[in-house]
């Protein structure tokens, strides 16, 4: 079965600085995609960035770029010019392309803090 | 673009009690995810419907657990009869289509059960 892991539980940022988020996934897959959610306190989730497996070129959205590394299973989130209002819940997700898709499997989450 | 509506926000009941958790999706929206998320866990898929037919249901516990699209629009979730262990947060997302599409969330029901 697939697993999302997030080994950070809790990480911390200074304003304008940068930061990056932990995740590993195992699967037997080779196709597939992998997220990054946001959660903010009392908030709904929303999404940040997605990586499709079969893509090289790893996926930028303003601030927020991955490091993707299919053959270790690691999937990192960097945020750059880190700002108040990123301070939320982030989680790492994966959904395959074939069946199972739309079934998001999550990890644990990593809460981000931002200090002034 | 309205988004995914859910009602009610905050629910506290005993247990052995039932309850009902209702999700709008966004007008259009084929696909319709129920999601648990217990304190300090990421959310765990219960059921997916596409249109008004269930396409995943492998994690929903159908001894305690229904849901149930008609109409392919809105969606129900009971719990009868609720355990300590459901207490959560129940989010409700819907998507364009199965085949992957952006996954928008609603802001979630939190159930305590006492």
């Known amino acids: 079965a697939q697993t999302v892991t997030q080994s950070q539980p809790e990480m911390s940022v200074q304003e304008a600085e940068t930061v990056t988020l932990s995740c590993t996934y195992d699967t037997s897959e080779s196709d597939y995609y992998l997220f990054w959610y946001k959660q903010p306190p009392s908030r709904q989730m929303i999404l940040v960035i997605r990586?499709?497996?079969?893509?090289?070129q790893n996926a930028t959205e303003n601030r927020f770029s991955v490091n993707f590394q299919k053959a270790a299973k690691s999937f990192s989130l960097k945020i750059s010019d880190s700002q108040l209002g990123d301070a939320a819940m982030y989680f790492c997700?994966?959904?395959?392309?074939?069946?199972?898709?739309?079934?998001?499997?999550f990890g644990k989450g990593t809460k981000l803090s931002v200090k002034p | 673009e309205a988004g995914v509506a859910q009602s009610p926000r905050y629910k506290i009941i005993e247990k052995r009690q039932s309850v009902a958790f209702w999700c709008n999706p966004i007008?259009?929206?084929?696909?319709l995810y129920w999601y648990q998320q217990i304190l300090g866990q990421g959310p765990k898929l219960l059921i997916q419907f596409q249109n008004n037919g269930v396409v995943d249901d492998s994690q929903l516990p159908k001894d305690r657990f229904s849901a149930e699209r008609l109409k392919g629009v809105d969606s129900t979730l009971k719990i009868q009869p609720a355990k300590l262990e459901d207490s959560a947060v129940y989010l409700c997302?819907?998507?364009?289509?199965?085949?992957?599409?952006?996954?928008?969330f609603g802001p979630g029901t939190r159930l305590t059960v006492l």
């Open positions: 997302a819907s998507s364009l289509e199965r085949r992957f599409n952006e996954q928008f």
């Open positions: 007008s259009g929206h084929a696909t």
């Open positions: 997700a994966y959904t395959e392309m074939g069946g199972s898709q739309g079934n998001l499997i």
């Open positions: 990586q499709e497996a079969y893509k090289q």
